[in-house]
């Protein structure tokens, strides 16, 4: 009986020994540089992604389509707003008949609000994203829309924002456990079902490598 015990321990003990032994050379393998590891999310998390071929522009669009961020946790410089609900919207552009190279991303914003002072003059649309503490400033949206929202109210307002950002950009957002975004004066936290959507719609393209410096030749041509 002392001998099976006995025995029983130094399995044990060699068993540990290969399990941390592997892990350390797991980690050892990692390369400097390469991308965190992305915290678990919902795998459920409601967005519908599309891929479809845009032969007037030549390119793969990979688009995540428009799906509700808040309605209640938007701030301005002092206060909360009330009233006031954002939609995000995003899409990933490879040139060619191909998934393998990310040309470019593309975010798009829609507010409803009430108050039609909600609204984002020329001089506010500024969009800065801040993903796990790093500030990324991802440039001036542009104006697609501005109008009446389709709400039972005709009164409310309705804003549509769009920008255009490097890969590598959206890449931070997609991998973060927590995102916060400003456009102007107006800030609101993305919810973790948005990060969510955001890195399934990056899983869908098929990276050959990490993109960098220079820019592949596309396959399969605009015809």
Known sequence: ?????????????????????????????????????????????????????????????????????????????????????????????????????????????????????????ANERELTAVADGETIRLGRMNLLSQGVSESWFAEDTKETLEVSVPYEAFLKLALASYVEMSVGKTTFPVREKNIAALRDLNNRVNLTRRQGGGTPAPRGGGN
């Open 1 to 121: 009986m002392k001998r099976t015990v006995t025995l029983c321990c130094v399995l044990w003990t060699l068993l540990a020994a290969v399990v941390c032994a592997q892990e350390g050379a797991r980690r050892a393998a990692a390369p400097a540089g390469s991308p965190r590891a992305a915290a678990p999310l919902p795998l459920e998390h409601g967005g519908k992604i599309e891929t479809n071929y845009d032969g007037f522009a030549r390119e793969t669009v990979v688009a995540l389509k428009r799906m509700s961020v808040t309605c209640e946790a938007v701030r301005g410089l002092q206060s909360t707003l009330k009233g006031v609900c954002v939609s995000l919207q995003a899409s990933l552009h490879c040139p060619g008949k191909q998934t393998d190279y990310v040309r470019r991303a593309t975010l798009r914003l829609t507010f409803e609000a009430k108050n039609w002072d909600s609204r984002h003059p």
